[in-house]
């Protein structure tokens, strides 16, 4: 099932941060600690109870002069567009302010569902203010604290009224692979020759998303579902304006994903914004191939070079395959379908409980962890415990004992003595003692 998505807006310091990684909450996520990845968190799922959807923070909105901060409104008015529900947060001890007023405008135009969440009503002088936001017009309106974690309940019912249950039986079955990439990379493009590509035969289908139109691919007799998301940049100035948050529609294709084609423009080369997108596939546990696109156009091409650039540029995606190709002209487009397949047979690998322990002991003796205050790292047992991606959970004395360098030792060891190329691969330490 395709999850809600909820819009976090306000003006700057009503708390919206505080309130984002409240509701977001502090879980332990694949991308903690992963050099060579620095971006600020715009966007995350958030469970509660028997529902699940995503939540986009947006800067805030200032009028300063007069004059809209353009690249924050921008960004506001598309996570805005993009969401079922918005939670319009506003400061209970300030009362309302001209930045609100504005706030307030855009909600009233996008006719979506608007929560006000009344913030930092700590205190008896603000819970009497609360009653001056009325005036902003809308009809729900929530007390909370933020940072006290006050009313963070009743504002969850509120916002999830509407929302189905989610149900993993929901869930279609058939491999999803989305193309994401920055804006004029060459995702249409790509997309286009694989849906003319002779091999697959194609049948459109209604979208599940408000924008996008899944389209079924069979491959060798096996249907895949391409997600669409070079499609889904909406006509007008908005959407026009800064290509920057074409990123909010990427987010929403890797959710829906199992494996993400990331592309890059050989001619360009590698940029930042490259590895923000290509950290939400790592951070959601989808498989990854590096597409670089535009190779024909490339004089003295060797792929030797461009590789050893890729893999400097992105340390945090080694175990990614990289398919050269031309969307164009199609050359070399027939090696991406098999690297496909073999991503959607890695990302559900399951490796027998024996032979994982054999590979683990013998890591184990080979590189002796060093101990550190008389202690040392014992590894008495691993299996696996789950896959898409594949999930290790190792039985130890003590996980506080687990240095970084040798969670990558052992990472690395497990990806020598198993094919898991194109998918990453999540590491647990339990103590032993631990229910």
């Keep these: 099932m395709v999850l809600p998505t909820v819009a976090l807006v306000g003006?700057?310091?009503?708390?919206?941060?505080?309130l984002f990684n409240k509701l977001v909450g502090s879980k332990l996520s694949i991308i903690e600690d992963t050099p060579g990845v620095t971006r600020d968190r715009i966007y995350s799922e958030v469970t509660y109870n028997n529902y699940k959807f995503n939540l986009i923070d947006t800067g805030g909105i200032d009028v300063s002069k007069?004059?809209?901060?353009?690249?924050i409104k921008v960004q506001a008015e598309i996570a805005i567009e993009e969401a079922d529900v918005v939670i319009f947060l506003v400061d209970g001890k300030e009362g309302i302010t001209e930045n609100d007023k504005v706030v307030r405008?855009?909600?009233?135009?996008?006719?979506?569902?608007?929560?006000?969440?009344?913030?930092?009503?700590d205190s008896k002088e603000?819970?009497?203010?609360?009653?001056?936001f009325y005036e902003l017009g809308f009809d729900t309106y929530v007390p909370i604290s933020g940072e006290h974690n006050t009313g963070l309940y009743e504002l969850l019912e509120e916002v999830c009224k509407d929302f189905k249950e989610f149900d993993q039986e929901d869930a279609d079955t058939r491999l999803k692979f989305s193309v994401i990439g920055r804006p004029n990379v060459g995702k249409s493009s790509l997309i286009n020759a694989l849906l003319n590509e002779e091999r697959v035969i194609v049948s459109n289908q209604a979208g599940t998303t408000r924008d996008a139109v899944d389209t079924v691919l069979k491959y060798n007799g096996e249907e895949f579902v391409l997600i669409d998301t070079a499609g889904m940049r909406k006509k007008g100035k908005v959407f026009e304006a800064v290509e920057k948050y074409s990123l909010l529609r990427s987010l929403k294709a890797i959710d829906r994903s199992d494996i993400c084609l990331?592309?890059?423009?050989?001619?360009?080369?590698?940029?930042e914004h490259d590895k923000h997108i290509a950290s939400y596939a790592l951070e959601k546990g989808k498989g990854l191939i590096i597409v670089v696109n535009k190779w024909d156009t490339v004089e003295n091409k060797n792929p030797k070079d461009f590789e050893k650039l890729i893999r400097e540029e992105f340390k945090f995606?080694?175990?990614?395959?990289?398919?050269?190709?031309?969307?164009?002209?199609?050359?070399?487009?027939?090696?991406?379908m098999p690297e496909v397949l073999k991503v959607a047979e890695n990302i559900k690998r399951e490796i027998k409980t024996s032979v994982l322990n054999e590979?683990?002991?013998?890591?184990?003796?080979?590189?002796?962890?060093?101990?550190?205050?008389?202690?040392?790292?014992?590894?008495?047992?691993?299996?696996?415990?789950?896959s898409k991606p594949p999930k290790f959970t190792f039985n130890v004395n003590n996980k506080g004992l687990v240095h970084f360098s040798y969670y990558r030792y052992l990472e690395n060891k497990i990806r020598e003595n198993f094919d898991l190329v194109g998918t990453p691969i999540i590491l647990q330490f339990k103590n032993r003692n631990d229910d």
């Design 262 to 271: 990331l592309v890059l423009n050989a001619e360009e080369g590698i940029i």
């Design 105 to 121: 405008n855009m909600l009233i135009k996008s006719n979506k569902r608007v929560v006000v969440a009344i913030n930092k009503v």
């Design 359 to 386: 590979v683990i002991t013998e890591a184990y003796e080979l590189n002796i962890p060093p101990s550190y205050k008389g202690k040392r790292l014992k590894i008495y047992f691993v299996s696996q415990t789950g």
């Design 126 to 132: 603000s819970l009497e203010h609360q009653y001056d």
């Design 66 to 71: 007069e004059i809209f901060n353009d690249e």
């Design 11 to 18: 003006r700057p310091n009503v708390g919206k941060s505080t």
């Design 317 to 336: 995606l080694s175990y990614a395959p990289i398919v050269y190709l031309s969307a164009l002209t199609k050359k070399r487009l027939h090696t991406l």
